[in-house]
């Protein structure tokens, strides 16, 4: 499949500069491109319905994250593909950015000319692997349930409110918990939420 000749592109910022400067390197490769800004989930989710061929989305964003904001996305858009772009290239943030829907991942620290092969890529119904050398992209990550929990963790939900949520046993949810602490080697809920803050999984 190739990538139409006049796509139309929304990219999700809340930096106004890098908006700016990444609109005009997209202009550059793909002039008849149309491209739509937004600053946050929250602004772009209240745009009316256009016709969206790509979303470029950054995960660290005021209020919901990219990681956050893609199934809300998805939802206003569903058959719109999800680009990450993101100024941490770490493996599990990359993974768990394709664990939850997006269908490609590029820091923000690539050239011009690979965020634009990133965009023609996913515009082409490829599917790109995150844009880093680490071999730990194979090594443990999140399950899509723990980050279920950890969401809950940073909303300020005990165990019993999380196995509620999740309709899990509290055993269950103590074992989810107990597994976050160790995949960020911290040895308490708070700095866990912390940690994932820092690494741009939650807002």
Do not use: Y
């Not at 796509?7 to 106004?16: M, S, V």
């Not at 996913?122 to 844009?131: F, K, Q």
């Amino acid at each position: 499949m190739t990538p139409m000749l006049a796509p139309c592109i929304l990219l999700i910022d809340d930096h106004a500069m890098f908006r700016s400067g990444l609109s005009m390197v997209i202009s550059a490769a793909l002039p008849d491109t149309t491209i739509l800004e937004a600053a946050s989930i929250h602004e772009a989710s209240n745009r009316p319905s256009d016709k969206v061929d790509l979303i470029l989305l950054d995960i660290k964003l005021n209020g919901l994250s990219g990681i956050e904001g893609i199934a809300l996305l998805q939802r206003k858009w569903p058959l719109t593909p999800v680009l990450m772009l993101s100024s941490l290239d770490e493996p599990q943030t990359a993974r768990l950015a394709l664990e939850r829907g997006a269908a490609g991942f590029v820091s923000k620290a690539e050239t011009a000319e690979k965020i634009v092969e990133a965009i023609l890529q996913v515009l082409g119904g490829h599917v790109t692997e995150p844009s880093t050398t680490d071999n730990k992209l194979g090594e443990r990550r999140l399950t899509p349930r723990q980050c279920d929990v950890l969401d809950l963790l940073h909303q300020g939900l005990s165990n019993k409110l999380i196995a509620r949520q999740l309709a899990l046993s509290n055993n269950t949810v103590r074992r989810h918990v107990q597994d976050i602490l160790e995949f960020f080697q911290v040895v308490s809920r708070a700095e866990a939420v912390v940690e994932a803050r820092q690494q741009g999984l939650i807002g």
